[in-house]
């Protein structure tokens, strides 16, 4: 699409004649925001437009459906419930039997579906009921390569259940059911061969590990009993007790003996140095100690005798004898004490030693046999191990034997698949519903995709943001335009010809015509134009037509209103006006006559004129130049409004020229018909020629174009309304 330049936007004054005129300045969007503003009633208006065939399609995709359905083969799905229990132990005794429930159900659950659906488990049913040419329509062998694989077959889980749902569908509802329950059995039979197989397994292996075990045990078994022998007791920790208690014992006596040897080497030293006390202390001293006593008690009495009486005296040497008798005893006790003291010393003094001989030989023999004992207690813990293995391993296989024949399992068949009545599939009614979802998006994405590749003028808004000039009219379409007809009022002739079947079309026209003269004349803000020039981007746009309506309706305001056919390559006015079109701007231009000698007065519009083109020229481009400047400067005096009827602005040079020269142009584009390139083709090449461009009248729209022409269809009622009246 090609845009105006930005720099073009504000166009000064321009002077032609007597005619001073701003240019019109039209805000120009940017690009990005040109097409992305699409109003959201164009999308309804595109399904109100198109509901007809929307509606048509949606019917015959509808009736194919329900064709095709009716025609396909019932198929019908038997579905057997699975619960899966997994509370129940794999055992009945062991850990197999204490195994709780555990929290990765969904894990466990998606494991078993996979089983399912193994090759395993749906061999031996695909080949017992032939499924793979029942799926396949063509014989398999049952050795084929490659894992079993039903495509027919689904297993689902509820929500929120430790169910499983497998479902099995074929054109024969016996088949079906058979089918769904055999799988179920297979899976549960699968079950038990794996864990036959795999309870076996351990077994052989658990066997190979207990003979090793066995000769194990008993060689740690013979080691410890060959050391028991070696060191000729049964028990070494007792005999180690027994030899510990009889070193604590030694070992108190030798403390013993040791105090009581001190204590005799004491007395004896005592004794040795003469001391009288040391005598007494010891064992005999009480004896000692009373001879001392009386020796002092017959010396007191000596004494006493001895101041009485003389040494003849008897009692003299009575008291004499006794004295000496007593400290004849005391010498014979002190010689009797040292002996007794040196004996008790010597006897100490060998008890010390033998006990302390004792003491070490026990701690000798203690030391030995604790030494020995770690080798013993490593011996005994090797062999104690080894037995309590072997006897766990055995009683591991016992375990393992039993449950392996054990046969029960947490996977069990809750419901049973039954021959099912009625067929899943086809549903007529799912199948019609989706397929008029289907249709319905199919027809919407085509509408609004071709609406949205639509590169032509439609919609009087889009056309002005994208083109950036106003669109100032429309006009409705016609079915059916003629050369001539009788002007309602009587006499002369009129542009078109009235058919019954498009009068209300034509009034609609007319209408649209009276409204465009207002909107180009009263848009000015008081300065009038002219001049205008009407052209378009490619032929057949409908320019003619207008600007002859538009001039009629211009006269019939009573304004002296001139029609110039400058279409001099491919006239049309004077066929339309039915005017002699011999003679006209061409031989004007030529110079053979002036302009006023060529002008046709209409007899019908007596404010209307009309200068045809005259006879066809090639020549049009080179004929244009200061002549067409003088003739529109002559003509605006003389006429309240001059409308050239221009050729083509696309492939032509001359409407460049009266582009210049009038005070407005009009662009005439066809409904449906001229792409928006071409339209802006022709706004940026007048623009760069700072022509005034008054805007663009749609031509041929009718209702079904844009939400924006829904007035047209209340022209017929109204009209229809104002006839009857």
């Given at each position: 699409?090609?845009?105006?330049d930005?720099k073009?936007?504000?166009i000064?004054?321009?002077?032609?004649?007597e005619s001073?005129?701003?240019?019109?300045?039209?805000?120009?969007?940017?690009a990005?925001?040109?097409e992305?503003?699409?109003?959201?009633?164009?999308?309804?208006w595109?399904?109100?437009?198109?509901?007809v065939r929307?509606?048509?399609?949606?019917?015959?995709?509808?009736?194919?459906?329900?064709?095709?359905?009716?025609?396909?083969t019932?198929?019908y799905?038997?579905?057997?419930?699975v619960?899966?229990d997994?509370?129940?132990?794999?055992?009945?005794i062991?850990?197999e039997s204490?195994?709780?429930?555990?929290n990765?159900?969904?894990?466990y659950?998606?494991t078993?579906?996979r089983?399912?659906?193994s090759?395993?488990?749906l061999?031996p049913?695909?080949?017992k009921y032939?499924?793979?040419r029942?799926?396949s329509g063509?014989?398999?062998?049952?050795?084929?390569?490659?894992?079993?694989?039903l495509r027919?077959?689904?297993?689902?889980?509820?929500?929120?259940t430790y169910?499983?749902?497998?479902?099995?569908?074929?054109?024969?509802?016996a088949?079906a059911?058979n089918?769904a329950?055999?799988?179920?059995?297979s899976?549960i039979?699968?079950?038990?061969?794996?864990?036959?197989?795999?309870?076996?397994?351990?077994?052989?292996?658990m066997?190979?590990?207990?003979?090793e075990?066995?000769?194990?045990?008993?060689?740690?078994s013979?080691?410890?009993?060959?050391?028991e022998?070696?060191l000729?007791?049964?028990?070494?920790?007792?005999?180690?007790?027994i030899?510990?208690?009889r070193?604590?014992q030694?070992?108190?006596?030798y403390?013993?003996?040791q105090?009581?040897?001190?204590?005799k080497?004491?007395?004896?030293q005592?004794i040795?140095?003469?001391?009288?006390?040391a005598?007494?202390?010891?064992?005999?001293g009480?004896s000692?100690?009373?001879l001392?006593?009386?020796s002092?008690e017959?010396?007191?009495?000596?004494?006493?005798i001895?101041?009485?009486?003389g040494?003849?005296?008897?009692?003299h040497r009575?008291?004499?004898?006794?004295?000496?008798?007593i400290?004849?005893?005391i010498?014979?006790?002190?010689?009797?004490?040292v002996?007794?003291?040196?004996?008790?010393?010597?006897e100490a003094k060998?008890?010390?030693d033998?006990?302390?001989?004792?003491?070490?030989?026990?701690k000798?023999?203690?030391?030995?046999?604790?030494?020995?004992?770690?080798?013993?207690?490593s011996?005994?813990?090797?062999?104690?191990?080894?037995?309590?293995l072997?006897?766990e391993?055995?009683r591991?296989?016992?375990?393992?034997?039993?449950?392996?024949?054990?046969?029960?399992s947490?996977?069990?068949?809750?419901?049973?698949?039954?021959?099912?009545?009625?067929?899943?599939?086809?549903?007529l009614?799912l199948?019609?519903?989706?397929?008029?979802?289907a249709?319905f998006s199919?027809?919407l994405l085509?509408t609004?995709a071709r609406d949205?590749?639509?590169?032509?003028?439609?919609d009087?808004?889009?056309?002005s943001?994208l083109?950036?000039t106003?669109?100032?009219g429309?006009l409705?379409?016609?079915?059916?335009?003629?050369?001539?007809v009788k002007?309602?009022?009587?006499?002369?002739?009129?542009?078109?010809?009235?058919s019954?079947?498009?009068e209300?079309?034509e009034?609609?026209?007319?209408?649209?015509?009276?409204?465009?003269?207002n909107?180009?004349?009263?848009?000015?803000?008081?300065q009038r134009?002219r001049?205008l020039?009407?052209?378009?981007?490619?032929p057949g746009?409908?320019k003619?037509t207008?600007?002859?309506?538009?001039?009629?309706a211009h006269?019939?305001?009573?304004?002296?209103?001139?029609?110039?056919?400058?279409?001099?390559?491919?006239p049309?006015?004077?066929?339309?006006?039915k005017?002699d079109?011999?003679r006209?701007?061409?031989?004007?231009l030529?110079?053979?006559?002036?302009?006023?000698?060529?002008?046709?007065h209409s007899e019908?519009?007596?404010?209307?004129?009309?200068?045809?083109?005259?006879?066809?020229?090639t020549?049009?481009?080179?004929?244009?130049?200061?002549?067409?400047?003088?003739?529109?400067q002559?003509?605006?005096?003389?006429?309240?409004?001059?409308?050239l009827?221009?050729?083509?602005?696309?492939?032509?040079?001359e409407?460049m020229?009266m582009?210049?020269?009038?005070d407005?142009?009009i662009?005439?584009a066809r409904?449906?018909?001229?792409?928006?390139k071409?339209?802006?083709a022709?706004?940026?090449?007048?623009?760069?020629?700072?022509?005034?461009?008054?805007?663009?009248?749609?031509?041929?729209?009718?209702?079904?174009?844009?939400?924006?022409?829904?007035?047209?269809?209340?022209?017929g009622?109204?009209?229809a309304q104002r006839?009857?009246?």
């Amino acid at each position: 699409m090609i845009l105006p330049d930005p720099k073009e936007r504000e166009i000064g004054p321009r002077i032609v004649g007597e005619s001073r005129l701003p240019a019109v300045v039209t805000p120009v969007l940017p690009a990005e925001e040109r097409e992305s503003i699409v109003p959201p009633g164009h999308y309804w208006w595109l399904l109100r437009r198109n509901g007809v065939r929307i509606a048509a399609f949606v019917a015959v995709c509808l009736g194919l459906t329900a064709v095709v359905t009716n025609r396909m083969t019932p198929i019908y799905e038997a579905v057997v419930t699975v619960d899966i229990d997994r509370q129940t132990p794999q055992g009945v005794i062991g850990q197999e039997s204490m195994r709780g429930a555990w929290n990765d159900s969904d894990q466990y659950l998606a494991t078993q579906i996979r089983l399912i659906q193994s090759d395993s488990v749906l061999r031996p049913v695909a080949v017992k009921y032939d499924l793979l040419r029942h799926e396949s329509g063509t014989p398999v062998p049952s050795s084929a390569a490659g894992p079993v694989q039903l495509r027919k077959l689904k297993v689902t889980r509820p929500p929120n259940t430790y169910l499983l749902l497998l479902s099995y569908r074929s054109p024969d509802p016996a088949l079906a059911a058979n089918v769904a329950n055999a799988i179920a059995d297979s899976y549960i039979d699968h079950g038990f061969q794996v864990r036959y197989r795999s309870t076996a397994n351990l077994s052989q292996f658990m066997e190979v590990q207990l003979d090793e075990l066995r000769s194990k045990m008993e060689r740690s078994s013979a080691a410890l009993l060959a050391f028991e022998r070696e060191l000729n007791i049964i028990s070494p920790e007792e005999k180690t007790g027994i030899v510990s208690a009889r070193l604590l014992q030694l070992n108190t006596e030798y403390t013993g003996a040791q105090a009581d040897r001190v204590r005799k080497e004491a007395a004896r030293q005592s004794i040795l140095d003469g001391s009288l006390e040391a005598a007494e202390g010891a064992g005999p001293g009480e004896s000692l100690r009373r001879l001392t006593e009386r020796s002092n008690e017959a010396r007191e009495r000596f004494a006493e005798i001895q101041a009485h009486f003389g040494k003849n005296h008897p009692e003299h040497r009575k008291a004499s004898e006794k004295a000496f008798e007593i400290e004849r005893q005391i010498a014979t006790m002190k010689e009797k004490i040292v002996r007794q003291i040196e004996t008790e010393y010597t006897e100490a003094k060998n008890r010390e030693d033998l006990l302390r001989r004792a003491v070490g030989e026990t701690k000798s023999e203690f030391d030995a046999l604790n030494a020995r004992s770690f080798e013993y207690q490593s011996l005994k813990r090797e062999a104690e191990a080894d037995k309590k293995l072997y006897e766990e391993l055995v009683r591991r296989i016992k375990e393992a034997s039993i449950n392996a024949s054990f046969q029960n399992s947490m996977v069990r068949i809750a419901d049973r698949a039954r021959a099912p009545v009625r067929p899943v599939s086809p549903d007529l009614r799912l199948n019609l519903l989706a397929a008029f979802f289907a249709a319905f998006s199919i027809c919407l994405l085509v509408t609004v995709a071709r609406d949205a590749m639509d590169d032509t003028i439609r919609d009087p808004d889009k056309a002005s943001r994208l083109l950036g000039t106003e669109v100032i009219g429309t006009l409705p379409a016609v079915r059916k335009w003629r050369l001539r007809v009788k002007m309602p009022s009587g006499g002369g002739t009129a542009l078109v010809v009235r058919s019954k079947r498009d009068e209300t079309m034509e009034d609609g026209y007319e209408e649209s015509i009276r409204s465009l003269r207002n909107a180009i004349l009263l848009s000015e803000m008081g300065q009038r134009s002219r001049s205008l020039l009407v052209t378009s981007a490619a032929p057949g746009e409908g320019k003619s037509t207008m600007a002859g309506h538009l001039a009629i309706a211009h006269a019939c305001q009573n304004h002296r209103t001139l029609l110039v056919d400058a279409d001099l390559r491919r006239p049309s006015v004077h066929r339309r006006f039915k005017i002699d079109g011999t003679r006209g701007l061409t031989n004007v231009l030529t110079g053979e006559c002036e302009w006023r000698e060529a002008t046709v007065h209409s007899e019908a519009h007596h404010h209307l004129s009309i200068l045809p083109a005259g006879p066809p020229s090639t020549r049009a481009a080179d004929l244009f130049g200061r002549s067409l400047a003088l003739i529109l400067q002559e003509a605006v005096g003389e006429f309240d409004l001059v409308i050239l009827d221009g050729p083509p602005l696309l492939g032509f040079a001359e409407p460049m020229q009266m582009a210049a020269l009038a005070d407005g142009v009009i662009v005439v584009a066809r409904a449906g018909a001229t792409s928006r390139k071409q339209v802006g083709a022709v706004i940026t090449a007048l623009r760069r020629l700072r022509a005034n461009v008054v805007g663009i009248v749609l031509n041929q729209v009718h209702k079904d174009m844009s939400d924006s022409y829904a007035y047209y269809g209340q022209y017929g009622k109204y009209y229809a309304q104002r006839a009857a009246s």
